[in-house]
């Protein structure tokens, strides 16, 4: 009965360590770079800024049917890896200073292309996300009175100051394009399509044609 009982307890014990040696092995910490889950990888960068499944929060929503049907995976890509240098966009790429691993940063890009439901021939007379052409500022201004000052006021300097010198000088030339094109609904800014008539991809080169030349500016005023 004794050695009965000593080969119970010892059995129970190493029992014991083998669950207590599982259970460690279960809960071992993922590293960073081992993150492997796009929603996890989109949950923890970046849906802060773009909201959850990317619709939108502070900034534009890149899981929107209109913002993947106009920027490509290398848009995608680019952005992701380098940011938007002198914006709250940071760089996420290891090789520029940020966490993610090429590897992480594919899967973003395939993830977030997923949510494409629609494609630029979708949408009639849909503006590109590039212009190779040179904005004029001054009917960018004209253009701006008509479709956008019921807004933002008439200099753009109104309750949606879109036109102020501090938010230009945190946002691209590009930023700008894209949320004229795409919109931010949740925050009741219509895309392209929402203005007394849809904005032509030369309306919108020409828009922020003016917007950057108030951007400049301000540049040309601090400099004096």
């Known amino acids: 009965m004794k050695y009965a009982a000593l080969i119970v307890v010892v059995g129970l014990a190493l029992s014991s360590c083998d669950a207590r040696g599982h259970r460690a092995a279960e809960v071992r910490a993922i590293r960073p770079n081992e ?15 773009h909201g959850k499944d990317g619709q939108g929060a502070l900034t534009i929503g890149i899981g929107r049917a209109i913002y993947l049907a106009i920027a490509d995976d290398s848009a995608i890509r680019r952005t992701i890896e380098e940011g938007r240098p002198g914006t709250p966009m940071p ?24 949510w494409a439901t629609l494609s630029a021939s979708d949408y009639e007379n849909l503006p590109p996300y590039t212009s190779s052409q040179t904005g004029d500022a001054a009917r960018g201004r004209e253009v701006f009175v008509s479709a956008c000052s019921s807004c933002h006021g008439q200099d753009g300097r109104g309750a949606r100051a879109i036109a102020d010198r501090s938010y230009l000088a945190l946002v691209t030339d590009q930023h700008l394009r894209t949320l004229m094109i795409v919109g931010m609904p949740n925050l009741g800014m219509p895309d392209w399509r929402g203005h007394p008539k849809p ?26």
């Open 199 to 224: 904005l032509t991809g030369a309306d919108v080169t020409d828009l922020v044609a003016w917007l950057a030349s108030q951007r400049e500016s301000l540049l040309t005023h601090l400099n004096h």
């Open 91 to 114: 760089a996420f790429a290891q090789h520029a200073g940020g966490m993610l691993t090429d590897a992480q940063i594919e899967i973003l890009v395939r993830g977030i292309r997923n």
């Open 35 to 49: 993150v492997a889950n796009f929603s996890e990888l989109f949950s923890q960068n970046c849906s802060g800024c």
